[in-house]
């Protein structure tokens, strides 16, 4: 995959909710929720503070985390659905 976020972006590929139900009960797509578990595929170079110093993100290429319900913005690359979202939108590395 060809990209390069920026600053405090990243680009996450969802991991898709299970098909089935503890109890064996099949899930239909518009039962299922909305994914909030996703694999980073690139990440950005960091955010700029107001003095011009760089923070690093605390993320990395291979990461699992957990992400906002709604954050991001859906995308498709190479016929694949990822996510680009911001640092801030990323609740706990997995």
Known sequence: MKI????????VKPISAEEK????????DTAKEKPQKGEVLAVGSGRILDNGARVPMEVK???KVLYSKYGGTE???????????????????L
Do not use: F, S
């Open 4 to 11: 390069k976020p920026l600053g405090d972006k990243l680009v």
């Open 61 to 63: 290429e291979g990461d």
């Open 21 to 28: 139900t503890a109890g064996g009960i099949v899930l239909p």
């Open 75 to 93: 995308i498709k690359i190479d016929d694949e659905d990822v996510l680009i979202l911001n640092e801030r939108d990323v609740h706990a590395i």
